[in-house]
């Protein structure tokens, strides 16, 4: 099937038009055609995480198996000359630990990921974090940084970013060489230095995480707590700030609460960003890439 391209500018502004309605979706999507890649390669897949570009100008995902016991991640990339997937590795095996969803960012030609924890343990039906939290054996070890040349397809090394926690999502302020962090199930703001390999925990943001955190242009960092508020980090006075009122929602089908930011993209004049919000967590079964 031909596919027809569009500059990554022209992308942008169509998505933001379809917020404007039916009709500017459907005549902003008239110019480009879409297809499905199923993880065929990963078929216990059921989510899609961390779809990302690259520094090396390539597209990125995490394919996760989140409701299989003992399921495990495997980082796909588009590949255009074959229009299909290649299957860079098994997370678990390059970790020595069983991997979950993934969350990733880059710089310099490496992309730095992170695993989430989601998927129950082999022998049980379902996960809770507080079952094993205090078993030293079951205990899920933390979540695992990765960092992976994009040049050589080469793994460089590997750290702990966050102990007996998951990583709900990550950030990178490639400037400072900082990375940002939410951590599952405390809801806790994380940074790790990576000129150092040291963490530092800031503090608890709320119960429910953001899926996402961004940047501004003066190096703050955004996402939102459970009750819709923005929460800013202040990396001159190293607080944590929540805004005093909440985001805007529909009172005839929402109170606020778990109204936190799923995605962010660039905004056309890259002076800010788009957040995408929504107060659901489901998403289909089957995984795989549009």
């Known amino acids: 099937m031909p596919h027809s391209r569009m500059r990554r500018r022209d992308f942008v502004g169509s998505a933001l038009a379809?917020?404007?309605?039916?009709a500017a979706a459907a005549a902003a999507s008239a110019d480009y055609a879409v297809k499905f890649y199923p993880f065929t390669q990963h078929p216990d897949s059921d989510t899609c995480w961390s779809l990302s570009a690259g520094p090396d100008g390539r597209i990125y995902a995490a394919a996760c198996a989140e409701s299989v016991p003992g399921g495990i991640v495997k980082p796909v990339?588009?590949?255009?000359?074959?229009?299909?997937?290649?299957?860079l590795f098994d997370l678990a095996e390059k970790v020595e630990d069983p991997a979950d969803s993934g969350r990733a960012t880059m710089s310099d030609g490496v992309l730095y990921m992170a695993t989430h924890l989601s998927g129950p343990p082999i022998d049980l039906p379902s996960y809770s974090p507080w079952y094993s939290w205090h078993d030293p054996k079951r205990?899920?070890?933390g979540a695992a940084l990765?960092?992976?040349?994009?040049r050589k397809d080469q793994v460089l090394w590997w750290d702990t970013l966050i102990?007996?926690?998951g990583c709900r999502c990550l950030l990178h302020d490639e400037d400072r060489r900082l990375l940002y962090a939410l951590s599952y199930p405390r809801d806790h703001f994380m940074i790790y230095d990576l000129r150092t390999r040291r963490r530092r925990d800031v503090g608890r943001i709320g119960s429910i995480n953001g899926q996402t955190l961004f940047l501004d242009r003066k190096h703050r960092v955004f996402t939102t707590n459970d009750y819709g508020?923005?929460?800013?980090?202040t990396p001159e006075t190293d607080r944590l700030e929540i805004s005093p009122g909440a985001l805007p929602h529909n009172?005839?089908?929402?109170?606020?609460?778990?109204s936190v930011f799923y995605d962010v993209a660039p905004a056309p004049d890259?002076?800010?960003?788009?957040?995408?919000?929504?107060?659901c967590t489901s998403w289909p079964r089957a995984g795989g890439m549009r």
């Open 163 to 165: 102990p007996k926690e």
């Open 77 to 87: 990339r588009y590949n255009e000359q074959r229009d299909d997937l290649d299957y």
């Open 18 to 22: 379809g917020l404007a309605g039916p």
């Open 229 to 233: 508020h923005l929460v800013r980090y």
């Open 146 to 150: 990765l960092a992976f040349d994009t």
């Open 270 to 279: 890259r002076a800010s960003r788009s957040p995408a919000m929504a107060n």
């Open 251 to 258: 009172p005839a089908y929402q109170t606020g609460w778990h």
């Open 139 to 141: 205990c899920f070890r």
